[in-house]
């Protein structure tokens, strides 16, 4: 909602499923989300900015719409160059479906669609208010589910993971 200098956002949560049958909407939905996300150049969708609200999925940070990189790519050998020219354009530039390559280098499946974990590095002020403060590198874990459909049953919630559903993505 805009208004005069400001505009409000609406908080949205994850929401369950009802049915199986709903799993397959919401899969059939990240399917036009996937092929949106490619025509208008949406990069930057991994499972952070993502979630289920029941059949939906929902785009929480979309600032990459119509992005183009900003930098030549660099790489060692022109094989390399070429390949990785070649993903920016195509649709695992979303960053919904995994790549291995990006897998590896975050320390598991990031993508939107399949992934919901990732070992990073954050900086930690520690002894804050002493005059011996300072700065530390402290590796994180971080998983979630946010972005995956799911049903509450007796058990706890049951994610349908997209492998079940690729027939209804592409």
């Known amino acids: 909602m805009e208004r005069d200098g400001y505009y409000w956002e609406r ?55 119509w992005s183009i990189g900003a930098y030549p790519v660099m790489a060692a050998e022109d094989s390399t160059r070429i390949l990785i020219e070649k993903n920016y354009d195509s649709i695992l530039n979303t960053g919904l479906l995994p790549i291995s390559s990006l897998n590896q280098s975050f320390g598991g499946d990031t993508s939107g669609i399949l992934g919901g974990k990732f070992i990073g590095e954050v900086r930690d002020v520690v002894n804050l208010y002493r005059d011996d403060i300072h700065i530390e590198r402290k ?10 459909p799911f ?19 592409f």
């Open 11 to 65: 908080y949205i949560c994850h929401k369950e499923i009802q049915s199986i049958s709903e799993g397959k909407d919401f899969y059939i939905n990240m399917g036009r989300l996937l092929c949106i996300a490619y025509v208008l150049n949406i990069s930057d969708l991994h499972f952070e900015n993502l979630i289920a609200f029941g059949k939906k999925p929902v785009l929480v940070d979309v600032e990459t719409i």
């Open 139 to 148: 590796e994180i874990e971080k998983e979630t589910f946010n972005h995956l």
């Open 151 to 169: 049903i509450k049953t007796k058990d706890g919630n049951k994610y349908l993971k997209a492998s079940e559903y690729l027939e209804y993505i």
